[in-house]
């Protein structure tokens, strides 16, 4: 059975920092590359950052240097991690994690997390 659970988000001032945290069980999600992304009102979901089985990180240019995606794995449960830090207004958003295939620089996910809103403001 696959699950996804997400956490962490919520309301930060602009230049705070934010954890959000993914765990997917399933076997399936062991050899798996697990990314998240967002989606903004009236935009389209964006991939904002992956990484491969393998340890192989791809970030948007938009969260370069600001962000960092990190993974742990224990038997059948996958925790993917995103660090925010100096977020600004414009990473408001709902945060989904995701489960697929990391085509650096898209992805094709097959799962997805019920999402976590994200917002930025003073």
């Known amino acids: 059975q696959v699950r996804f659970v997400e956490s962490g988000g919520g309301l930060v001032q602009p230049g705070g920092s934010l954890k959000l945290s993914c765990v997917a069980s399933?076997?399936?999600?062991?050899?798996?590359?697990m990314g998240w992304y967002r989606q903004a009102p009236e935009k389209s979901r964006e991939l904002v950052a992956g990484?491969?089985?393998?340890?192989?990180?791809?970030?948007a240019d938009s969260v370069k240097g600001r962000f960092t995606i990190s993974i742990s794995r224990d038997n059948a449960k996958t925790t993917v991690y995103l660090q925010m830090n100096s977020l600004k207004p414009d990473d408001t958003a709902v945060y989904y994690c995701?489960?697929?295939?990391?085509?650096?620089?898209?992805?094709?996910?097959?799962?997805w997390g019920q999402g976590t809103q994200v917002t930025v403001s003073s």
């Open positions: 995701a489960a697929g295939i990391l085509e650096i620089p898209t992805m094709r996910p097959d799962y």
């Open positions: 399933g076997s399936t999600f062991t050899i798996a590359s």
């Open positions: 990484i491969t089985p393998g340890g192989t990180t791809h970030y």
